[in-house]
């Protein structure tokens, strides 16, 4: 008895609306993806340009336990290494093309922000010939 009184009621709605309704389902498809397409095809501006060559200058403020340094005197360079405590950043490494004592305490000055006597003080020396 439901059965055929839903029967009814379908065919009560007619012919028109069970064939609008897949076109009427077709052009929402067909609209939306043509308005997605050119909303994502957009060009947009950008707000400031992107500087890729300039170089990243971080101030990081570590304590120094150890600087080890290695001089390798054949191929006119020295391997530094500095050891550092409480800090998320527990090991430096540097390569510097000096081989002479002196110049590698004031490279190693230089780079760390520290004065000579501070590193003559933690500086550990190996000569690799």
Do not use: C
């Not at 609008?20 to 060009?43: E, H, K, T, Y």
């Not at 005197?73 to 530094?80: A, P």
């Amino acid at each position: 008895m439901r059965l055929l009184r839903g029967l009814r009621v379908l065919h009560s709605l007619g012919i028109w609306f069970w064939l609008a309704l897949p076109l009427l389902g077709l052009s929402f498809w067909v609209s939306s993806g043509l308005m997605s397409d050119r909303i994502l095809s957009r060009p947009y501006g950008t707000v400031a340009q992107l500087e890729a060559d300039t170089q990243l200058e971080v101030n990081l403020a570590v304590t120094i336990l150890v600087i080890k340094a290695e001089i390798y005197k054949k191929q006119g360079f020295t391997k530094v290494e500095v050891k550092t405590t409480k800090s998320a950043l527990t090991k430096l490494e540097f390569q510097f093309p000096v081989t002479e004592f002196n110049q590698v305490e004031s490279t190693i000055a230089q780079e760390l922000g520290l004065s000579l006597a501070d590193i003559r003080k933690l500086v550990r020396y190996q000569v690799v010939y």
